[in-house]
């Protein structure tokens, strides 16, 4: 059998009983490391003992230390018999090593046994007269890249080894809390004569001096540290509560369709910008339409929001194959062409018909004629170049010409959507957004009009008085300043 013991946070009193009489009266007992403020207490009283502490010194990472440590252990169990394997604080309580070792021993079938012990989440209750019931979360600094945070519940955070583990962990947490927010710094806890515990700014973690293998930090709950997702939801549904906004609680689906249209856009001009300040507050307008809608749908009992996550979630994971299954790619025109195949299996569009008609209608006209004819260019419906569509804009503008002073308002619009539609094809063709272009030139048009009005304040006019000749003529002038 394997027994696995906890030797306290550190003080002599923490070790039991039955680990001290364990310990002593064992032949094979392994310790992960000698670095342990008990240590030197156990060999006084002839605890005999080999430790692991040279694998620390030959191997480039902990996952890597504590697989070995855990083969080892098994290797020793079938040539000694029965062994001891201690290790600090609790078994149980962020020890890696014993986990590997666990589902090691599974595997072999080999009986283990964990004598309980206390751990220094224990010690961190006591000095900081913590309940846990009040909520509590634990969390390997090696690991808190991959932890998500969480103000609505202390946090404690172990393995803060040296200086540059803090920094990491600095960084983190500073992603999500307030940089000035006070946490507490635990070394040492539960060693009466080393023990040192004191408030910190969250800014100041990795410029403590005495940071080393004892070192802990605890986050106390503090719901106004930071605004997160959960907040945003809780917001929402106050708004939209008994009491709330009257405005808010007015809106439906299709109240919302113009406001989350007008947030996107203003989403691509602070891009256009290149605003960062702009693009965060117009991204949270982008959310906050999403949350929206969401919580219409959880009012009326069709979904919420929890289903709009999971629904995005599994269409990545779906549509990317590549990463998430065995599918091999080389490069991305393949990523497109699985997706777009994922996608007509997800629709069931079985024609390339379906595939044209499948693009939104609600889309402005220049985009959705764009993506129209690049789905139609896939099957080799195309021009070879932009020679042959610019003659089909001629041949389309002379169609206009035919029909424009006629009665016929059909055809007219017909006419003039088959221009429009040539023009987009022309943009497309040389690999020019339609819409980028169109606002180029709306801008330019915007330029040249405000400097025929400045030119015509100047001249004494008001530009409503002046002729279309008078105006055509500065209209020309600007063509040769620069306008800002």
């Given at each position: 059998m394997i027994r696995i013991v906890g030797l306290g946070p550190g003080s002599k009193e923490s070790i039991t009983i039955g680990t001290f009489q364990l310990l002593k009266?064992?032949?094979?007992?392994f310790f992960r490391t000698e670095i342990h403020p008990n240590i030197e207490y156990l060999r006084e009283l002839g605890v005999k003992f080999s430790t692991y502490d040279n694998k620390y010194e030959n191997l480039d990472s902990f996952d890597r230390v504590y697989e070995e440590i855990a083969k080892d252990l098994i290797h020793r169990h079938k040539t000694l018999g029965d062994i001891v394997y201690a290790v600090p604080g609790h078994p149980m309580v962020a020890e890696k090593s014993v986990s590997i070792l666990i589902e090691l021993c599974k595997d072999e079938n080999i009986d283990i046994e964990v004598l309980p012990a206390i751990s220094?989440?224990?010690?961190?209750?006591?000095?900081?007269?913590?309940?846990?019931?009040?909520?509590?979360?634990?969390?390997?600094?090696?690991?808190?890249?991959?932890?998500?945070?969480?103000?609505?519940?202390g946090t404690i955070i172990t393995q803060v080894y040296n200086k540059f583990i803090a920094s990491e962990v600095k960084l983190r947490l500073m992603e999500y809390f307030n940089d000035n927010m006070e946490i507490y710094f635990i070394r040492a806890a539960g060693i009466r004569e080393l023990e040192s515990i004191r408030k910190i700014f969250l800014y100041e973690l990795d410029r403590q001096e005495d940071i080393d293998h004892l070192t802990s930090i605890y986050i106390p709950k503090n719901l106004d540290s930071s605004k997160d997702f959960y907040d945003l939801l809780e917001i929402m549904d106050v708004l939209r509560g008994e009491g709330g906004c009257p405005w808010d609680r007015e809106q439906t689906h299709e109240s919302l369709k113009r406001y989350l249209i007008e947030e996107c856009y203003?989403?691509?001009?602070?891009?256009?910008?290149?605003?960062e300040i702009k693009?965060?507050?117009?991204?949270?307008?982008?959310?906050?339409?999403?949350?929206?809608?969401?919580?219409?749908?959880?009012?009326?009992?069709?979904?919420?929001?929890q289903d709009v996550i999971k629904g995005i979630c599994i269409k990545l994971i779906e549509r990317h194959p590549h990463v998430f299954g065995e599918i091999q790619v080389s490069n991305?025109?393949?990523?497109?062409?699985?997706?777009?195949?994922?996608?007509?299996?997800?629709?069931?569009?079985?024609?390339?018909?379906?595939?044209?008609?499948?693009?939104?209608?609600s889309l402005p006209a220049l985009i959705r004629s764009e993506k129209v004819q690049k789905k139609a260019a896939k099957v080799g419906f195309d021009w070879e170049d932009a020679a042959p569509a610019l003659e089909k804009v001629v041949e389309e503008c002379d169609e206009v010409k035919q029909v424009y002073k006629t009665q016929n308002r059909e055809?007219?619009?017909?006419?003039?959507?088959?221009?429009?539609?040539?023009?987009?094809?022309?943009a497309r063709l040389l690999d020019i957004d339609p819409e980028v272009a169109l606002n180029y030139t709306i801008d330019k048009f915007i330029s040249r009009f405000s400097y025929i009005e400045q030119k015509s304040l100047e001249m004494g006019k008001k530009i409503t008085d002046m002729t279309l000749e008078e105006m055509d003529k500065l209209w020309e002038m600007s063509k040769n300043t620069k306008l800002v």
């Open positions: 009266n064992s032949e094979n007992v220094f989440v224990d010690a961190i209750m006591e000095s900081l007269k913590i309940d846990p019931i009040n909520g509590v979360k634990i969390i390997d600094a090696f690991d808190i890249e991959n932890q998500i945070l969480d103000k609505r519940v203003e989403v691509i001009e602070a891009i256009d910008e290149q605003d693009l965060i507050e117009e991204l949270g307008d982008v959310l906050l339409q999403v949350v929206f809608h969401s919580q219409i749908g959880k009012e009326d009992g069709y979904f919420n929001i991305s025109d393949e990523v497109l062409y699985n997706w777009d195949e994922i996608k007509k299996k997800e629709k069931g569009l079985e024609t390339y018909t379906d595939e044209l008609k499948h693009v939104a209608r055809k007219i619009v017909e006419e003039v959507g088959d221009l429009i539609f040539s023009t987009v094809n022309v």
